[in-house]
């Protein structure tokens, strides 16, 4: 292993080891993953690594990682088996030692998360909770309609332009979706989603730029594009006031995917607007091998006397 990567982490200086691997990934969503999860491994590194990034000490972080609990193992494993083809490609490590790196194993996991979604009355009440007489709240009705009612990505929804909600057809669409690893897809929504949007946009005279500029407090709305931390922070604020503390943007996705699987939407449609490459991946999302409604415990026929 070369000086410069050792320096670096003995030192405590992990932005340059980091920046390695973060800039050679085109999602954003990923680089982000991908900067937390190597940050704290520098930082182990520094302490525990014995001044050698190789195998062994790869795998001594991820029996660390297990033996503490730490959630997101395979992703944090990922990110490192990126750092080490990076380091080999700017000659930092040898190939031998980044083939041993990227060659470690994650953990196998069976079966399927089950994840956070929101009913059909929940979802009403969530769209429905943003005082729509101020700005804010007109704003905030337009954002949670486009993460429920056409299951966007926060962070399409922060690049979303005014141009790109059209009518297609005869119907009200948002066309041409920067999603993950730049794949462009198109979105049919609902006319209530359009309707939103629309106040929103008057009220904020908005013709041209992004849909969802920032709110200033002096200036009202700015000209940039709002943060996909301030779109998770009016998600958790609206979720906590209907009683749900624990929803978060993605679950809206999910939402999305589940109350339109259980509308009669096909599968495939369900796949082409997420933007998956696959039905299965869609499947995790709609929970098709799971139906909660109609369980095979629903038809056990059992009959149990309750004591009080």
């Known amino acids: 292993m070369s000086t410069e990567l050792t320096t670096l982490a003995q030192a405590q200086d ?17 680089q982000r993953a991908y900067r937390r999860a190597l940050t704290n491994f520098m930082s182990w590194y520094a302490e525990h690594g014995r001044g050698a990034f190789t195998r062994a000490a790869v795998n001594a972080y991820k029996q ?3 033996d503490t609990g730490a959630g997101g193992l395979n992703q944090r494993l990922s ?13 930092l490590i040898d190939a031998n030692t980044a083939r041993g790196i990227v060659d470690v194993e994650g953990i196998q996991q069976r079966g399927t998360r089950a994840g956070n979604w929101l009913t059909k009355d929940e979802a009403e009440q969530l769209i429905n909770a943003p005082d729509d007489t101020t700005l804010k ?6 954002l949670l309609a486009v993460l429920v009612g056409a299951g966007l990505r926060r962070e399409e929804c922060v690049n979303l332009k005014a141009s790109h909600v059209q009518q297609r057809d005869g119907r009200w669409v948002i ?6 690893r730049n794949k ?30 920032e709110l200033t407090r002096w ?21 906590e006031e209907i009683g749900k503390p624990n929803i978060r943007p993605h679950d809206l996705r999910r939402t999305y995917a589940k109350l339109a699987r259980k ?46």
């Open 79 to 91: 990110a490192i088996r990126k750092l080490a083809k990076e380091a080999e490609a700017n000659g």
């Open 175 to 180: 066309v041409d979706i920067t999603g993950k």
């Open 137 to 142: 709240g007109k704003r905030d009705r337009a």
């Open 263 to 308: 509308g009669g939407a096909q599968l495939e449609q369900i796949k082409f607007t997420l933007g998956h490459d696959s039905v299965a991946t869609t499947e995790k999302y709609v929970g098709d091998e799971l139906d909660y409604q109609n369980a095979p415990a629903d038809a056990m026929g059992l009959s149990v006397r309750l004591r009080a």
């Open 14 to 30: 992990f932005t340059a080891v980091v920046d390695m691997a973060v800039n050679a990934m085109d999602s954003i969503h990923t």
């Open 64 to 66: 660390h990682l297990k």
């Open 219 to 239: 200036r009202g709305v700015g000209r940039e594009q709002t943060s996909t931390q301030a779109i998770m922070r009016a998600v958790v604020l609206y979720a």
């Open 184 to 213: 462009l897809r198109t979105v049919p929504i609902a006319s209530w989603v359009q309707v939103l949007i629309e106040r929103w946009k008057q009220a904020a005279g908005i013709t041209a730029g992004y849909l969802f500029p």
